[in-house]
């Protein structure tokens, strides 16, 4: 059996010259590693870590983290870059707050962690990852999508943080600005609402741009407003301009706890890739 070797890159440009095409052999599953790629260079995050475990020349798994957040998965073509993905973070880090990944690769991640950090772990969010290349028929309700405004800021980001409470997903930025960065509506980030009858009824952001495709999230919709189809019909009407705006592909992360989301984005023109699971990691 051949040895494996991990790999730290101090630039994100050493990182993408080495794994870049494998990362785009999967570009779907590979969503949040390339789009941070692109933050990285952007200068959102000035501190993180990339790595990648080979196989001769071969790249065989990569990982990433932008502390003090998650550390996260590529997908990992042998157990055994796992193993060293778990020791280099050990390292590098001495304790995590998660890791995120494949099912199988994070459950291993998980499975070795604890012995080498004195955390314990235990099973979190379990997500599905979706692809959507054309968009098929959606509701009609009442109303139209639209960009969002400065004036709705405030608004906006009291949802969020009622999506992180409802969900339980980690934040990656305050709720204030995570709107400011998406106001901005460029090619990378945008945040957009449905208005019915004048007032903002629902939303949806995209971010986390990847060579050919970009990330939708921050679907919302608050619960006195729900049933009316005001998101299935927001994420369909962005999904088709950001499509209409030379994307490729689109990608969204859905719970698995909620059937009727799962539902509902299939039925958009989302078809599932890969399944991903999060474990946290805490004080024994």
């Given amino acids: 059996m051949s040895e494996l070797e991990l790999h730290r890159y101090p630039t994100v440009a050493s990182f993408e010259d080495a794994v870049l095409p494998y990362l785009l052999d999967r570009e779907a599953e ?4 390339l789009g941070i790629c692109h933050q990285i260079k952007a200068g ?3 501190d993180f870590w990339l790595t990648a475990v080979t196989d001769g020349q071969a790249i065989v798994g990569a990982a990433y983290r932008t502390p003090p957040f998650v550390l996260g998965l590529a997908h990992m073509d ?5 193993d060293l993905t778990a020791g280099a973070a050990r390292v590098d880090f001495g304790s995590l707050p998660a890791v995120v990944g494949a099912k199988a690769s994070a459950s291993r991640f998980a499975s070795i962690w604890p012995a080498l950090s004195g ?3 235990s099973l979190g969010m379990q997500q599905r990852i979706y692809r959507l290349t054309a968009v098929r028929e959606a509701p009609s309700p009442d109303g139209r999508a639209r960009p969002a405004t400065e004036t709705e800021a405030e608004l906006l980001a009291q949802w969020i943080e009622a999506f992180a409470g409802e969900t339980g997903a980690g934040a990656m930025h305050a709720p204030a600005d995570w709107v400011a960065m998406r106001l901005a509506q460029d090619a990378a980030s945008g945040l957009w609402v449905w208005e ?6 629902s939303m949806a952001a995209y971010t986390g741009p990847t060579p ?3 990330r939708v999230n921050g679907v919302y919709t608050p619960p006195e407003r729900r049933g009316h ?12 301009w950001l499509l209409s705006r030379g994307r490729t592909f689109c990608f969204l992360y859905t719970d698995l706890s909620n059937p009727t989301s799962n539902a509902v984005y299939q039925r958009i023109g989302y078809e599932p890739v890969v399944d991903v699971d ?4 805490g004080d024994p």
């Avoid at 189809?229 to 088709?240: D, E, F, I, M, Q």
């Avoid at 999060?278 to 990691?281: G, I, L, S, T, V």
């Fill in 78 to 82: 042998d157990d055994r870059a796992v």
């Fill in 30 to 33: 590979h969503n949040v590693i």
């Fill in 278 to 281: 999060q474990y946290a990691f």
């Fill in 119 to 121: 955390q314990t772990a």
């Fill in 44 to 46: 959102v995050y000035r």
């Fill in 212 to 214: 050919n495709g970009i």
């Fill in 229 to 240: 189809g005001y998101a299935t019909s927001c994420v369909a009407t962005l999904s088709a």
């Fill in 196 to 201: 019915d009858a004048g007032e903002v009824v």
